[in-house]
């Protein structure tokens, strides 16, 4: 009939609950998740788990303890989505309120379990990252519907997955999956890999089974026999990355099936080469072997050059291997569609540099940390033109750059000779490579620079001298160099003074990026150099950088300025107001050097970008102007710059500021109403500032906990000084700023919940008791004192109000009895005829339910209650029943008839104490089930509701 007793109790513990919210002490600040648009990602805090995609922002980080309680932080429109997390396990549809995402990580090393439907209602997502355990493969239990509603998947990374453990259904939903990662599965046999794959994944290509435990690939049923191998899927499949698994047998036709097979990737236990042929491969165009940094495995070269000319491959790699010789001759058998050698930390016995000569096809060398002293490739070759490309030489230890070391390679593009010994560049050094675009001879010996080391690279690109201790550099080092688009060069140990317009002869025109290790200091003489056509970064390094020419059309070019030194001046100035244009500022000086004005930062009126490290402002008045005028500055990022205060007035200016982040080892002061000129702010981060232990830094935890548009990150960590200590900031706080008014607050607030809670367990155990006891008293204190005329007056009232003859109290399963037997006999037949109160019939329509029971009781002479095992299983009949009892020890007069529609023995009666207790002591009737009874059952229960009215009758 309507709500039980039990509803109308956890209303209150619903609204017991509703009122604990109200906490007026500080609470710890403990935001779950960061959010951050792209454009401000490289100032946030750098998380090594999380990989953030180009163009998938924006970007949210969360720290999970409960899953849908922590995730409610994350916005709607957040497409990339990294979770740090202990819990056990994921449910269904955990994600499903984030529609938009693209790029879902989640480091799961305490996950247990993953349920069906974990990731539906991800319609969008592409990249899937799961990260089991960071060494070892564990078993979880993942249900074989995981990964359903994933129908636009593109790559799938499971990272420490003891895949023998799941459904081998568990990737059928992945049709669109391009990429497939399973690394350290724990299997020993790659076929059982295969076993996994479904038929309908179709677009995979890519397929990295790596550090796996796989020693064996042979042709073998799946377990069980209910599935085969999916032939069309591994047909299709362009990538096959195996490194990291000690393969020592590979079985004859096993890899029959890759056809189409692109790169084959593996380590090689040096057994045998005929292997990899005899598995039925297919022509590749890469192959990588590889063995491990602890032994490197022995390889001929001649039999590898038989099986790549089989192969017909395109790209051969070698790591950690052994060969007793490379030569012409072994090179021979390697076929003519080879093109890209690779052969790295590795040794080779007998290495004739004129190797190369046995195949003229190779377009790429690369043979970095082989611990080469000296690389005479074109000594000895009779003339013969290598039509090479790219060749790296990474990390040997070649001294020196002989003339026309490299003449033989006419077509080099790319040539790489980083981190050798290389001391000197000869005369005619790089003679004949005009067509070179990438030069890179960073951490070298390198100690001079003259006019002739690259005059031949006219075609040059990207140059990098970085990591060298240069004395010396002549004028005209760069003059042919019009196509440079970076260049890095220092560091410039001894050079005290650079004129770039001369090194230049006119700045390089297509210029992108220009970085400068001055070391020490140098001073700068920019000249008459005309300005590059487009814009460039800056970077600068070194102790003092001091620029001569303060107004060089060249600086209107800088966009994006990096600067790493204690002075960075022009006449003594500071320079960075030269450059006009700067969108990007960053500089790290020295706190404890000498004071420079940073004042005029506030010029650069264009900058989105701002970042000072380590800058000493000298007084309040300097600060407080820095920042002025900088209305289109979007993150600040302020690293020890001994600022004391940050006030409403310093930042008023930043109206479209939207991070700033802090740093700082001494005290700073965050003064009240500092956030509220700040429009556009999203993100408050707080590396490290130590706030005074002093209530006027109060408000900042009210307004983090009030805010909404602002993420205040990492407030939970910070100290704050207290009598030369430093303490928890927030515990601190509450220690100390926790006013009377909050206590009283605070003790109001627990003792109306506990009032509310006793209230409410009282209603639900107690009410009933409770209203017995009141009747009772109030009665024995009317006999008491004689105050019978309050009674015979509220009888008068009573008799005024009677309106039915009987109420009856029925369950609606027994209403069909009611309305076909008793309401037909006791009100259209016999006499007198009487008027009964039916609860479906005569309640009033809009009423609370509880006050039609209670008025329909006390306006009918008495009740009369039909008892059926449907009738105990009621409720609202037992409150109905209870109602009467208590009218009845109310007032003597009212009573309660029972009738039994069905037999209910005393066994079942027992339960119901209330019910048992009036069986035992008072006289009920029962439906007769012979016809032939029901004539007397009818003038028997008339007579009984009849003599009540004779009884009121006579009261009157």
């Known amino acids: 009939m309507g709500v039980t007793d039990s509803n109308c109790s956890s209303f209150w513990w619903r609204f017991a609950l509703g009122l604990s919210i109200c906490n007026v002490v500080f609470t710890l600040i403990n935001k779950r998740c960061i959010t951050i648009e792209e454009h401000l990602i490289k100032d946030m805090p750098k998380t090594p788990f999380c990989n953030h995609h180009p163009g998938s922002g924006p970007y949210t980080e969360c720290n999970i303890i409960d899953l849908r309680t922590d995730l409610s932080e994350v916005g709607l429109e957040v497409r990339s989505l990294c979770i740090t997390s202990d819990i056990a396990s994921i449910p269904a549809n955990a994600f499903s309120h984030l529609p938009s995402l693209e790029v879902l990580q989640i480091d799961g090393k305490s996950l247990e379990s993953v349920q069906s439907g974990a990731f539906s209602g991800l319609p969008n997502l592409k990249h899937l990252w799961l990260l089991f355990s960071d060494n070892i493969c564990r078993s979880v239990a993942i249900e074989s519907l995981a990964f359903a509603g994933l129908t636009n998947l593109e790559e799938l990374t499971l990272i420490g997955l003891k895949l023998s453990n799941v459904s081998s259904s568990i990737f059928d939903p992945l049709v669109s999956v391009i990429t497939l990662d399973i690394t350290r599965t724990c299997a020993m046999n790659l076929s059982d890999i295969f076993c996994y794959l479904p038929d309908g994944m179709s677009h995979l290509k890519d397929l990295n089974v790596i550090d796996s435990g796989i020693s064996t690939i042979e042709t073998k049923e799946c377990p069980g026999g209910s599935k085969t191998w999916p032939v069309t899927v591994l047909s299709g499949i362009q990538n096959l990355y195996l490194e990291g698994n000690s393969i020592e047998i590979i079985q004859a036709n096993s890899l029959v099936v890759f056809q189409n097979l692109s790169s084959l990737f593996l380590d090689f236990k040096g057994k045998t080469l005929d292997s990899i042929w005899e598995s039925g491969i297919g022509k590749i165009s890469e192959l990588r072997l590889s063995g491990t940094v602890v032994e490197k495995y022995s390889i001929n070269f001649k039999d590898l050059c038989h099986l790549a000319s089989k192969l017909h491959l395109q790209s051969l790699s070698l790591t950690y291997t052994l060969t007793d010789r490379l030569s012409a001759e072994d090179l021979k058998d390697c076929g003519t569609t080879l093109t890209k050698l690779f052969i790295g930390s590795s040794e080779v016995d007998h290495l004739d540099f004129s190797f190369w000569t046995g195949n003229a096809g190779i377009q790429t060398l690369r043979m970095p940390y082989m611990k080469l002293k000296e690389a005479p490739f074109c000594v000895g070759v009779n003339g013969t033109v290598w039509s090479l490309t790219s060749l790296d030489l990474t990390g040997n230890s070649i001294k020196d750059i002989v003339g026309d070391q490299f003449a033989c390679m006419p077509l080099l593009e790319q040539l790489f000779l980083s981190k050798n010994t290389i001391k000197t560049l000869h005369l005619n050094a790089f003679h004949g490579l005009h067509h070179l675009k990438i030069l890179k001879l960073d951490s070298n010996k390198i100690s001079?620079?003259?006019?002739?080391?690259?005059?031949?690279?006219?075609?040059?690109?990207?140059l990098n001298i970085d990591d060298n201790i240069i004395e010396t550099i002549e004028d005209g080092t760069f003059r042919d160099q019009r196509e440079l688009r970076e260049l890095s060069f220092g560091k410039l140990e001894y050079v005290y003074t650079l004129h770039l317009n001369r090194i230049f002869h006119g700045f390089p025109p297509k210029i992108q990026r220009l970085s400068i290790d001055a070391h020490y200091g140098t001073t700068f003489y920019m000249g008459s150099t005309p300005q590059p056509k487009g814009t460039f970064l800056l970077e600068l390094n070194g102790d003092r950088l001091d620029f001569a020419d303060c107004n060089s059309t060249v600086f209107q070019a800088v966009r994006e300025l990096k600067v790493n030194c204690t002075f960075f001046i022009c006449k003594n100035e500071f320079m960075a107001p030269y450059f006009p244009n700067l969108e990007s500022f960053e500089i790290l000086g020295k706190a404890e050097g000498p004071h420079l004005s940073y004042t005029k930062i506030n010029t650069l009126d264009r900058l989105k970008?701002?970042?000072?490290?380590?800058?000493?402002?000298?007084?309040?008045?300097?600060?407080?102007?820095?920042?002025?005028?900088?209305?289109?500055?979007?993150?600040?990022?302020l690293v020890n710059c001994h600022i004391s205060f940050l006030t409403e007035s310093m930042v008023k200016d930043l109206t479209s500021l939207q991070l700033l982040r802090l740093y700082s080892d001494h005290p700073l002061v965050l003064i009240d109403g500092v956030f509220e000129v700040l429009p556009a702010l999203r993100a408050f981060v707080l590396d490290r500032v130590d706030f005074q232990c002093s209530c006027v830094s109060g408000w900042i935890l009210d307004w983090a906990e009030s805010t909404e548009k602002v993420q205040v990150i990492y407030l939970q960590k910070q100290k704050c000084v207290w009598h030369y200590k430093k303490l928890n900031f927030l515990a601190t706080m509450e220690k100390l700023c926790q006013t009377d008014a909050q206590y009283i607050c605070y003790v109001a607030t627990a003792g109306s919940i506990c009032l509310l809670l006793s209230a409410a367990v009282g209603y639900r155990f107690a009410r009933w008791p409770c209203v017995v006891l009141f009747f009772r008293l109030r009665g024995w204190v009317e006999r008491r004192f004689g105050r019978q005329w309050y009674k015979r007056r509220r009888r008068l009232q009573e008799i005024e109000e009677i309106q039915y003859d009987a109420f009856v109290s029925f369950c609606s399963r027994d209403e069909a009895w009611v309305l076909g037997e008793m309401a037909p006999q006791l009100e259209e037949q016999g006499n007198p005829r009487l008027r009964l109160c039916l609860h479906n019939r005569d309640f009033e329509v809009g009423k609370d339910i509880m006050d039609n029971i209670s008025e329909s009781i006390c306006s009918s002479q008495?009740?009369?209650?039909?008892?059926?095992?449907?009738?105990?299983?009621?409720?609202?009949?037992?409150?109905?029943?209870?109602?009467?009892?208590?009218?009845?020890?109310?007032?003597?007069?009212?009573?309660?008839?029972?009738?039994?529609?069905?037999?209910?023995?005393?066994?079942?009666?027992?339960?119901f104490h209330r019910l048992a207790r009036m069986v035992r002591s008072r006289t009920y009737l029962d439906w007769p089930e012979d016809e032939a009874e029901r004539v007397h059952f009818w003038d028997r229960l008339r007579r009984n509701i009849a003599e009540d009215m004779n009884d009121t009758e006579e009261a009157s």
């Open 448 to 462: 001079q620079l003259t006019a002739k080391d690259f005059r031949s690279l006219q075609a040059l690109e990207i």
């Open 609 to 637: 970008h701002l970042k000072l490290i380590n800058l000493n402002f000298f007084n309040f008045t300097e600060a407080g102007s820095v920042f002025r005028n900088l209305t289109q500055l979007q993150s600040l990022v």
């Open 862 to 911: 008495c009740t009369v209650c039909l008892i059926s095992r449907r009738y105990l299983r009621s409720d609202w009949c037992s409150l109905e029943m209870r109602v009467a009892t208590h009218r009845q020890l109310e007032e003597q007069k009212h009573r309660l008839i029972l009738i039994f529609l069905e037999h209910i023995s005393p066994f079942e009666l027992s339960a």
